[in-house]
C-alpha cells in the first residue's frame, strides 16, 4: 500500500449558508486575498520535498468561488513546495452557484482532473428546503459545461432523506443523475448536526424514522450497483475501481495526509493536528509566520484500534484485520468473539483474506454494528 500524502485544501467561503451545513465557511468574501496569502504562508512554511504527494484535494467551502489565477497559484506553491508524482488525482468541489463560462476549461489547463459538484437535488422544492443558493436547472447546466470541457471524472453529491422524501422522489433524483453518465455519485442522508438551522427548526430530531431512512438507503445502492456502479464506501459509488475517490481512500485507510486552510485537519506520523476554526486567526497567524494549529493529539493504542475499524465497516475494502491485530497485539477473532458470531448469525457480513467486510444487510445497521465493537474497545 503507498504511503504516499493526501494535499487537502480548505477554502472557507460560500456564497450563503446551506442550512444543513456545519462545515467550517463565511461569505464575507472581503477576505479572499488575505486568505489567498495566508494560505501560500502556510504552505511555504510546511514545504517538505521529502514528501510524496499523488492526490490534491480542494474543498471547502466553496472553492470553485476561486478564480483559475488563485487556483494556480496554489497548485504552482504545493508543487514547488512538495514531490508531486507524475499524475495526481487533483479534484476541484465546485458549487453550481458559481458557473462561469469558460472556467472548466481553464481549470482544466491547470492540471484540476476530477470535479465533484455539489448538486445535491434535481428537485428546486428539495434545494429550497435545504437553502441551496441554486436551482436544479443551473445544476444541469453546470454538470454538461464539466462534460464540455472533458473531464472525464466526474462526481455529484446528492442528499437524500429530506422530511417529505419518499421513494419517488429519491428516485427521480438518482435517475437524473445517472442520465448524465456521471462516473462517482457521493449519496448522503440529511443529518442534523448541532448548530445548524435545520438542527435548530427540527430540534435535533430527524422526521423520518430510521426503519424508513434505511429503506432508502437500500433503494439507493440496489438501484445504482444495478445500474452498474460499484458501492464501495457507505455513501459512495463509482462507475469503476479507478473512479473512486483515491483521496477520500486515503481517510478510510488512515493514510497520511496534509490539510492546510481553516479547519483543515492532518494526519501524519500517527499524530492528528487541526487548524484554528476562524479564518482571522488564521490569517493573523500565518502574517507573523506562526503557524495557525489549533490542536494536536496523538492517537492512543486503542483509538487507533477503534479507527480502523469504524473506517473499514464503512467500505467495501473492509477491515484489515492484520493491520489491527498488529496494534493490537491480539487475535480479532479472540476479541471479537461474540460480535463476529452475531454478524455470521444474521448474515450482515463476512470474512475473507483477513477483511471483514459488511454487506448491503450490515450496512443498514453500521451505527450499532460500530457501536458493539467500540464497547468492547474501550472498556
Ligand atoms: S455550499 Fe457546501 S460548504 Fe457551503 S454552506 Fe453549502 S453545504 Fe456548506
Not at 22 to 40: E, G, H, M, P, T
Not at 113 to 138: A, E, Y
Not at 329 to 348: G, M, T, V, Y
Request: charged residues 25%; contains cysteine.
Amino acid at each position: 500500500m503507498s504511503n504516499n500524502y493526501g494535499l487537502y485544501i480548505h477554502v472557507p467561503f460560500c456564497l450563503s449558508k446551506c442550512f444543513y451545513c456545519d462545515f467550517y465557511s463565511i461569505s464575507d468574501l472581503s477576505l479572499k486575498s488575505d486568505f489567498i496569502a495566508a494560505l501560500l504562508n502556510e504552505i511555504k512554511i510546511r514545504a517538505d520535498l521529502n514528501k510524496k504527494i499523488d492526490t490534491i484535494y480542494l474543498g471547502g467551502g466553496t472553492p470553485s468561488i476561486l478564480d483559475p489565477f488563485e487556483i494556480e497559484q496554489i497548485l504552482l506553491n504545493i508543487y514547488k513546495s512538495f514531490q508531486i508524482v507524475k499524475h495526481p488525482e487533483i479534484t476541484l468541489e465546485v458549487n453550481p452557484n458559481t458557473l462561469k463560462n469558460n472556467y472548466f476549461k481553464q481549470i482544466k489547463g491547470l492540471g484540476i482532473n476530477r470535479l465533484n459538484i455539489g448538486v445535491q437535488s434535481f428537485q428546486d422544492k428539495k434545494l429550497l428546503f435545504l437553502n441551496r443558493s441554486h436551482s436544479s436547472n443551473k445544476a444541469k447546466k453546470t454538470i454538461l459545461q464539466a462534460r464540455n470541457a472533458d473531464f472525464d471524472n466526474l462526481g455529484l453529491d446528492i442528499i437524500y432523506g429530506l422530511p417529505k422524501e419518499s421513494f419517488e422522489t429519491l428516485l427521480y433524483d438518482l435517475n437524473k443523475a445517472l442520465e448524465f453518465e456521471v462516473d462517482h455519485l457521493s449519496c448522503y442522508t440529511l443529518t442534523y448536526e448541532s448548530g445548524t438551522k435545520i438542527y435548530n427548526k427540527f430540534k435535533g430530531k430527524n422526521p423520518l424514522n430510521d426503519n424508513f431512512i434505511s429503506c432508502l438507503f437500500e433503494l439507493t445502492s440496489k438501484h445504482l450497483k444495478k445500474k452498474g456502479y460499484i458501492h464501495y464506501e457507505i455513501s459512495n459509488f463509482a462507475t469503476t475501481l479507478k473512479h473512486k475517490s483515491k483521496h477520500n481512500q486515503k481517510y478510510w485507510d488512515m493514510l497520511p495526509y496534509l490539510g492546510f486552510g481553516p479547519c483543515a485537519h492532518s494526519f501524519d506520523n500517527n499524530i492528528r493536528f487541526w487548524n484554528y476554526r476562524d479564518i482571522k486567526k488564521y490569517i493573523l497567524s500565518l502574517r507573523k509566520n506562526i503557524l495557525p494549529v489549533s490542536q494536536k493529539e496523538i492517537l492512543t493504542k486503542k483509538q487507533k484500534m477503534l479507527e480502523i475499524i469504524m473506517l473499514g465497516l464503512r467500505t467495501l475494502k473492509g477491515v484489515d484485520i492484520i493491520k489491527f491485530e498488529n496494534i493490537a497485539k491480539q487475535k480479532f477473532a479472540k476479541i471479537f468473539k461474540n460480535i463476529l458470531k452475531d454478524i455470521n448469525a444474521n448474515s450482515w457480513g463476512t470474512i475473507k483474506n483477513n477483511k471483514l467486510v459488511l454487506n448491503l444487510n450490515g450496512m443498514v445497521y453500521l451505527n450499532s454494528i460500530t457501536s458493539c465493537f467500540a464497547e468492547k474497545i474501550l472498556k
